[in-house]
């Protein structure tokens, strides 16, 4: 049984992911941009965002001419997703589906993103069912984002738990362990996105589909 603790389906949540720090939203933007620019623009047209919260990333991907798609299990985010799109008149491509069981066929997408949403796992075996169906459906890239195990954020949160016994939400990994998640489905590491893993928990990595 996967873990379904962070979907977004009440409105009041959803709203609140809108209403973000903008410079913690437009830091986060500009490593997508980033990892974007690692991906071939010839190679890639049809691109999943998964999951795609309120829509921000599914907004920046239409304004750059890609093809979206885009997925989200919270009732709420899906329809804030397709508003934000069509009022910038672009096609309502939000559907209500569950990450760990898409209802797409093997390499229906170029490539897939998915920001801020392995933090959440704990058990391996989420992380695992996740990774393989964004490899599953993607046939070329996938871009995710993961946190890093020893920012001074992940370290302070270790801390507290040890003097307060506050339990930590956010589950740091090691890139290493990200790329044995992707190993099993033939994907390998073409980049990360530069950013010192001590100053910011938040890392991406993007990853492609090996010819073999
Ligand atoms: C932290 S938000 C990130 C959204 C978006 N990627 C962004 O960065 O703005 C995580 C999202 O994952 C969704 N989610 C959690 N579990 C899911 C699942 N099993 N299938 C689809 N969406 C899920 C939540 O509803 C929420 O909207």
Redesign the pocket.
């Known amino acids: 049984m996967?873990n379904?603790e962070?979907?977004?389906?009440d409105p009041v949540s959803?709203e609140l992911?809108t209403k973000r720090k903008p410079r913690k939203h437009q830091f986060?933007m500009q490593m997508v941009s980033e990892a974007f620019q690692m991906l071939p623009s010839a190679e890639v047209k049809a691109v999943l965002?998964?999951?795609?919260?309120?829509g921000?990333?599914s907004l920046w991907l239409a304004q750059k001419g890609f093809e979206v798609s885009a997925?989200?299990?919270?009732e709420s985010?899906v329809k804030l997703t397709n508003e934000l799109l069509s009022d910038q008149s672009f096609k309502e491509t939000a559907q209500w589906?569950?990450?760990?069981n898409m209802q797409f066929a093997d390499g229906e997408f170029d490539a897939s993103v998915?920001?801020?949403?392995l933090h959440?796992f704990k058990e391996v075996g989420d992380q695992q069912k996740l990774i393989a169906e964004l490899c599953r459906v993607s046939s070329k890239y996938v871009v995710i984002s993961y946190f890093s195990t020893y920012s001074v954020t992940s370290l302070r949160r270790r801390l507290r738990k040890v003097l307060t016994g506050k339990p930590v939400k956010q589950n740091p990994m090691s890139l290493s362990h990200l790329k044995g998640l992707f190993e099993p489905h033939h994907y390998e590491l073409l980049g990360t996105v530069k950013r010192s893993g001590f100053l910011h928990s938040l890392q991406v990595a993007v990853f492609k589909k090996s010819s073999a």
């Open positions: 996967q379904y962070r979907v977004k389906s959803a992911y986060e965002d998964a999951p795609c919260g309120v921000r990333l997925v989200d299990l919270g985010a589906q569950d990450i760990f998915c920001f801020r949403l959440h």
